[in-house]
């Protein structure tokens, strides 16, 4: 945090104007800092008020967490959990014999996952990290677990659809993808929960050219 004011400078004479904008500026980016700042800390504490805002930290359930178990029962391999929170599905996962991985913004909350993981024996089959979604590839996963917000799915589905093996099931926690029509769904109301195969959504096995709206080159 660099809340330093800066001291009185007496050697930009006649320029009260752009000196008093630039201690504007500074005073603004000082408590817009503070804020930010404060922002991150309090975050996991007081997310139902700021719903509507980002992607906050709300766990998931544990009816939650056994409809995506039962999403993967037939699934092996990587799994990636985006947002993963105190990372409990992927602590979970991790029990179910996946190599589970989770990318979250939050260091609190990593720190805090990393410690669960540890306490659950299930530290070498888990790895987190503090890392903003929007800015790493998900390539290598074969299973992804998202509970997300309903702003971000658009943008996370083209992502998703951009960098996933045709080998991948996507499973949405809470709130579906607009796009991708489901291969499996369980659970009701809040914990219900959506699986996308990949190779379903994009027509991978079948039908590889049906519509081709996009001028891309
Ligand atoms: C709805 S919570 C789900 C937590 C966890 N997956 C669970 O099911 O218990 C979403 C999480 O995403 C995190 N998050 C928000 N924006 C993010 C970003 N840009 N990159 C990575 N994680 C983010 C939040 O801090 C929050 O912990
Ligand atoms: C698991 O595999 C069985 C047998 O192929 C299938 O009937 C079932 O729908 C699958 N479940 C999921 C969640 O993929």
Redo the contacts with the bound molecule.
């Keep these: 945090m660099s809340q330093a004011l800066p001291k009185e400078t007496p050697r930009e004479e006649g320029e009260g104007g752009s000196r008093r904008s630039s201690w504007g500026l500074l005073v603004t980016a000082g408590v817009g800092g503070t804020l930010v700042a404060l922002y991150a800390v309090a975050t996991p504490f007081v997310t139902p008020a700021l719903r509507k805002v980002c992607l906050p930290f709300v766990p998931a359930t544990a009816a939650q967490i056994q409809n995506v178990l039962?999403?993967?029962?037939?699934?092996s391999g990587s799994l990636v959990d985006i947002g993963s929170g105190d990372g409990r599905i992927v602590i979970a996962a991790a029990k179910m014999g996946f190599q589970a991985v989770g990318y979250e913004l939050n260091p609190w909350l990593v720190w805090y996952s990393r410690y669960r993981a540890w306490r659950d024996g299930v530290h070498q089959n888990t790895k987190f990290y503090i890392s903003d979604l929007w800015k790493v590839s998900f390539s290598c996963y074969r299973n992804v677990v998202v509970f997300g917000v309903p702003q971000m799915m658009p943008q996370l589905e083209k992502k998703l659809e951009e960098e996933l093996e045709c080998n991948a099931?996507i499973i949405a926690c809470r709130f579906p993808f607009p796009c991708w029509i489901p291969?499996?769904t369980?659970g009701e109301g809040i914990d219900t929960v959506w699986?996308y195969?990949l190779k379903h959504s994009r027509g991978c096995e079948t039908k590889t050219f049906e519509i081709a709206p996009e001028t891309e080159s």
């Design positions: 039962k999403m993967l029962e037939n699934r099931r291969d499996h369980t699986a195969d």
